[in-house]
Structures are given as C-alpha cells and as structure tokens.
C-alpha cells in the first residue's frame, strides 16, 4: 500500500510538469533547494562568504579593515597586537571602561580585540566556508571568485581554482566578473596566453555598462580586459590589433590607470 | 554541618541520576557523531587540510547540548516534583526549604558539570589526534568559563521553574541565552545607537541580564589566540557566583512563600 502511494506521488510528479507546461511558477531546471529556500540561499551563501572573511581575520568579525580576502597579499600583521596594552592612551582609555562599563570591560578581555590575516599556508581553512557559499548559491557570482583566488593565490592549486571559476561560468554564463577572473587566472598563473585571450575577448559582449554610477563595475571590468588584450596583441607582434584595443578604452574610461598603462606599453 | 552536608548531597546525588537514567547524554553522542564524523572526512575541493570549521562545529554542538542539558535539568526538577506530588514525602523531612534549592541547585550543576566534562574530554582528544595539539592552556579556560555559563544558566533556569510553566520557562531561558550570545558583546554600541525608550530598555537588559558572552572563549580555541588573563577569568567566574547567588536567593525567597 505504502509502496503504490509513493508510487502514485512520483508518477503525479512526473506528469504535472508536462502537463501544466509553461504554466508553473517553478523555471525548469531548478533543484528543490532552490524551491524551498528561494532567494533565502544567495543570504545564507553571503553569510557563509562573511565567515570566511571572519577565518580570514583569525575569527574576528566586525574588524574596520580594508583588507578582503582577495586584496591583500597573505599575512600582514598592521597593527601591533600588544598596542592596547603598550600605548598609553589605549591604557587610559580601557581603565575608563573599567569603572564605566564593568561589563564591556570584561568583554574586551574575553573576546578578541586584535587584527591579524590569515597565513597563506593556513588558507586551506578558508575552504569549507566558500565551497559551502559557492553550494548555498550558485548564483553568487562573488564566492566563486573569491574562492578561485584562494585557491590559486593563497594555496596554490590554480586549476582547482580555474574549475571552480569554469562551475561558475555554467551557472553563471552572462557575468563578466567571472569571465574575466578566468582570463586572469589562464594568463597570470598557468601561463596560458592564447586560452586567456579568449576569455578576455569573451568578456567584452558581455559588459553592458549602464549610465552615470551603476554601470561603473562594467566599465571598469570592460577597460581591464581591453588592457589585457592589447598587451596580448602587443606581445605576439600584433600592433593594429593592440592600438585598437587602446582606442576603444580610451572611449570607455580614459583616466583609467590601465588605459594609461596600455598606452605607455604602446609608446615602447 | 554534618547532616546539612549529608541532606545536600542526597539532593545532589538524585539529579545526577536523574540525568543518567534518562539517556540524555547517549542521544546527545549519537547526534553529534552522526554530524561529525561525516564532516571530519570533508575535504572542500579534493584539498585537506582544514580543521578550524571542524573545531568550531564540534565547540557549537557542545555549546548547545550543555545550554540543553543544563536548562533542561534544572528546568524539570522542581516541576516535575509538584506533578507527582513527591515534593511533600521532601518537605516532610526535616530540611529546610532554602536547603532544598541549594541542594537541587547543586545537582543539576554537577549533572550538567559531569556531562560537559565529558564533551571537554573528547574534543581535546579529538583536536589532539587530528592537531597534535594536546590539551592547551586556552581549552582548560575554555572549559572553566563553560562551567561558569552552567552555574548562571541552571540557576537563571531553577528561578524560572518557580515562577513559569516549564514550557515558558525553557523558551525564556532560549531566548535570554541565545539573545545574549548573539547581541551581549555589542549591547554597548545598540545603547548608543537607540533613542529613548528603546535606549532605557537596552540599557536595563545590559546591566541585569545574564551575560553568558562572557563565557564564550570559542574564539580563542578555534583561532589559536593566546590564553585569557587568569585575573579576567576570576573576575569571569565571580560574575558567575554572583549572578546564580542573586537567583537563587530570589528562588529561595519565593519556594519559601509559595503554598504546596
């Protein structure tokens, strides 16, 4: 009985879709998880990016750091960890706190309160938090980049990172971002210039940039790949092709440091 | 003295059997080594190496299961000794009544205690065979200030059983460490933040609620972070001693006035 009901509610499963095609609220191709939580997973993917920041800052959050994990070179110890104690305007202030707030005092000596980055040899810890973000969400387009760079940066295992950038690119196909972080990754650490020309020259369609303020990533990302290709053009002996590439980022951003570069390059 | 420390401890004896016989402590195994056991051969993107999320799911799981198991315990003793009406063969005896909450106090601190002793156990095994890392300064502060949390949580838990139902009394107690955990630490920043009313609130819930982040060394442990001052952890565990004294007195004030 138990077993012509569950069969019963497969065949149900299987029928409506085709029945009611094109008249579902479901796009075809979504999984369960996708059904259940809703836009509720790209939150929990951010959430499980922020705590691979938090790793990433030995476990401490609300850190006023600009450091992200994707812009810092390893480990940079930039404040001394026994500042608070040494200097004496920081020994003056928390002895205020002491007698102000008793009870934040104290959470100042349990928690930490200093900063420091992760070692390039401990990045490995950083992992499970992005494979879990790039699972929550293939949608965010952010955790397949910033686990790519870990990857290939920080532990050095670049074509694990290039497939992790490949998964995004299939879930992903219009974003620009990932498109170019894979050009990168071919040029800068597996030296594979033909293949990351391609994607360099795949970037550019797909970079739409909107007016004023909003469309500024896309330009930005639209100048860089134009940078890389005419440095690309210019290496194989390719000067048209190079001298094109600069005057096309000219038109998009011509202040832009990579505009100035790929000028400079030409001028040799 | 004798006798008192006699009563006291047949008190205490009974809560700890009380746990025992209920085979919290086997469900609460079998859970976490379901949850662990899989993540502990999880290597993210065919690289090893990583332990810290290890670390930090299995000190969550011990966070938990000791908040469960010391609410719950001191939740039920005194409930459950109303329902069955077993709590007057207790008061017949010649024990005071004040005696009888210190004592079922104790019991269900040495219940919890003997349980998170346990987890303490095995996760310093645990970190030793996957870390090499045998049983650090920083984890036996760890464990000390985790005991500190259980003698504020069962004592906040016992004052609730004499003035709730159990039910509201376990969701109070949820919501109060729970809340805490996730809000104590930046209470000061929101006080600042709120106008008036809302300020006045937050301040009277920053200088009377049960701040159990103080307890919290997770971070520490997991991130490798140098030992906390042991004069701060005395300071730790006075709060601790104090805030379960104030509920026990309260508790006692009222077990002494409520008619059975």
Not at chain 1, 188 to 191: D, G, Q, S, Y
């Given at each position: 009985m138990g077993l012509l009901a569950a069969g019963g509610a497969v065949a149900l499963g299987l029928c409506l879709p085709r029945v009611f095609e094109g008249s579902m609220p479901q796009v075809p191709g979504e999984d369960v998880l996708h059904l259940v939580l809703g836009d509720a997973r790209q939150e929990l993917s951010m959430a499980l990016l922020a705590k691979a920041d938090e790793y990433f800052h030995?476990?401490?959050?609300d850190v006023a750091c600009g450091h992200g994990m994707t812009s810092v070179e390893g480990a940079v110890p930039d404040h001394d960890p026994a500042h608070g104690e040494s200097c004496p305007e920081h020994a003056h202030a928390h002895e205020a706190v002491r007698w102000r707030d008793p009870w934040a005092w104290i959470n100042g000596r349990v928690h930490v309160q200093e900063h420091r980055h992760l070692c390039n040899d401990q990045a490995t810890e950083l992992l499970p938090w992005i494979w879990a973000a790039c699972r929550a969400s293939p949608q965010n387009a952010q955790a397949y980049q910033t686990g790519a760079y870990v990857l290939a940066r920080m532990t050095g295992h670049p074509e694990q990172g290039v497939r992790l950038l490949e998964e995004g690119h299939r879930r992903n196909p219009e974003d620009a971002g990932i498109v170019f972080s894979l050009g990168e990754m071919w040029l800068?650490?597996?030296?594979d210039a033909a293949r990351a020309e391609s994607w360099f020259a795949a970037v550019l369609p797909l970079c739409r940039p909107a007016e004023g303020a909003v469309g500024e990533n896309d330009r930005l990302l639209w100048v860089r790949a134009l940078f890389y290709l005419g440095y690309l053009a210019k290496q194989r002996g390719d000067l048209a092709r190079a001298r094109a590439c600069l005057a096309e980022a000219e038109a998009v951003f011509p202040e832009h440091a990579s505009v100035k570069d790929l000028r400079r390059l030409l001028q040799q | 003295m004798k006798m008192c420390g006699r009563q006291t401890g047949a008190l205490v004896r009974v809560a700890l059997l009380d746990l025992y016989r209920r085979k919290d402590l086997i469900v609460v195994w079998l859970l976490s080594l379901v949850l662990l056991l899989p993540l502990a051969f999880f290597s993210p993107f065919g690289i090893s190496g990583a332990g810290r999320y290890l670390n930090e799911i299995a000190l969550l799981l011990v966070w938990l299961f000791s908040a469960v198991i010391g609410v719950g315990v001191a939740a039920r003793l005194f409930p459950a000794e109303f329902e069955s009406r077993t709590i007057f063969p207790l008061l017949a005896k010649p024990v005071t009544r004040g005696r009888i909450v210190l004592g079922k106090y104790l019991g269900a601190l040495a219940a919890s205690v003997s349980a998170l002793t346990v987890f303490y156990l095995a996760y310093g095994v645990l970190c030793g065979l996957r870390q090499s890392v045998w049983f650090p300064v920083v984890l036996f502060q760890a464990f000390l200030l985790h005991i500190g949390f259980l003698i504020v949580v069962t004592a906040l838990a016992m004052l609730g059983s004499l003035m709730m139902t159990p039910s509201a009394n376990l969701t109070l107690c949820g919501l109060l460490i729970v809340g805490m955990l996730v809000f104590g630490q930046r209470l000061p920043s929101l006080i600042a933040a709120q106008p008036y009313p809302g300020k006045a609130f937050l301040m009277l819930v920053h200088a009377l609620g049960p701040h159990v982040e103080f307890f919290d060394l997770r971070q520490r442990v997991i991130h490798g972070w140098s030992r906390v001052g042991w004069d701060v952890c005395a300071v730790v565990l006075l709060y601790a001693i104090g805030y379960a004294a104030a509920c026990l007195g309260l508790a006692g004030w009222l077990f002494c006035r409520k008619k059975v």
């Open positions: 030995g476990g401490v959050n800068t650490h597996l030296h | -």
